[in-house]
């Protein structure tokens, strides 16, 4: 996946909708797990760090939009 630093490149709404697919990316993983049919375990370690990254993006640009907002 992408770095944070190419995260922070993105617009809020691409941010937005790359969490979404990884969201359910997640829960496909989730079930493909509880069945014994997920290949890797690390891949879904991976996919939640990735999500972790983007939110933590997301969050970092909204607070600078209220911040901009207010001054």
């Known amino acids: 996946m992408a770095t944070a ?3 922070k490149e993105l617009s809020a709404e691409d ?3 790359r969490a ?3 969201r359910g990316t997640l829960f496909q ?3 493909s797990m509880r069945t ?3 290949d890797s375990p690390s891949q879904r370690t991976q996919h939640r ?5 983007i939110l ?3 969050g970092e640009k909204t607070r ?3 911040a901009a907002k207010k001054a």
Do not use: C, Y
């Not at 760090?49 to 990254?53: I, M, N, P, T, W």
């Open 5 to 7: 630093k190419e995260l």
């Open 15 to 17: 941010l937005k909708k």
């Open 20 to 22: 979404d697919e990884l």
């Open 29 to 31: 993983d989730r079930l």
């Open 36 to 38: 014994g049919n997920l």
């Open 49 to 53: 760090r990735d999500l972790a990254r």
């Open 56 to 58: 933590t993006v997301l």
């Open 64 to 66: 600078a939009e209220k």
